[in-house]
């Protein structure tokens, strides 16, 4: 297969693009720079017109690119992760719906913070969205691809959860403290954080692009979500330390605001039914196997 990507240098595009290399598929960067467009890469600006030429001739469309949610959600952090998503998605969907030689497949990530903050709720691909910013951030995003599906194009929404991988992502940024001896809950630690290995959300995307009765959103988790309770005790016995110091939600709203409320104690419990439905076979469906993965 010929393919374009958005976002192929980050932490999944890099792993994606391998994986798709060796199996003997070409991949096309997209590029957020200056460059002379080729066979390895083509320049765009999110949001600005991309000339539909550019895009025909490509098997699939791989959208990954946008803006890092993490961090203090200040009003412009909130208007570019908005518009890294929303703009970027819309400019790339409208050239896929105009080229002469349409793509036959376009897969762009989204979140699993389409679903809100919701308990202890089983959530599927079908639950109805939530409140709060990624949310509507999540709905935004997923609608900018409108024109995809107008033009019979197998459209694939990749609601994505929480990416363990050993390069990067929130496993990363935790472990740290934990190595330290200082890992703990978050809050309550009674919400559901619902993962997924890196290998997994590669296999499953391969799987994706190999399937054709797969369309429409996608939910990219483990079939066994975890509270953030179990997260830390689970990581704090695979690294042999203990876990001890939790984090008041006070201390984390008061150090991250918006964003520790909805993405560290929000709560998604999900389930990809589609890729269970559909045959595909999880590497690491438990939390222990994946952290020992890749952690040992």
Known sequence: MRVLMSGASGLLGTVLSQALETRGDG?????????????????????????????????????????????????????????????????????????????????????????????????????SSGTGFLAETCREWEAAAGPVQ?????????????????????LDKMLLPFRLGFGGRLGSGK?????????????????????????????????NPVTNSEFTSILGKVLSRPVIFPVPEFALQLA??????????????????KLIGDGYSFKFPQLSGALENLLR
């Open 27 to 127: 991949v096309t960067a997209l590029a957020r720079k200056d460059a002379l467009s080729n066979e390895k890469q083509i320049s765009w600006q999110p949001g600005r017109a991309l000339d539909p030429a550019l895009v025909s001739g490509f098997d699939a469309v791989i959208h990954l690119a946008g803006e890092s949610v993490v961090g203090r959600w200040t009003t412009a952090k909130k208007q570019r992760i908005r518009d890294s998503r929303v703009l970027g998605t819309r400019t790339l969907a409208e050239a896929a719906a105009r080229a002469a030689q349409k793509p036959a497949i376009f897969l762009a990530a989204s979140a699993i913070g389409y679903y809100g903050n919701r308990d202890d709720e089983i959530l599927g691909e079908t639950s």
């Open 150 to 170: 107008q033009a019979g194009i197998r459209l694939i929404h990749a609601r994505i959860g929480v990416v363990l991988s050993k390069k990067g992502g929130a």
């Open 256 to 273: 991250m605001g918006e964003m520790g409320k909805e993405v560290l104690l929000g709560s998604q419990r999900v389930q990809p039914r």
């Open 191 to 223: 919400q559901w954080w619902s993962w997924i290995h890196i290998d997994d959300i590669v296999g499953a995307m391969l799987h994706i692009m190999n399937n054709e009765n797969v369309r429409g959103a996608v939910n990219l988790t483990s079939p």
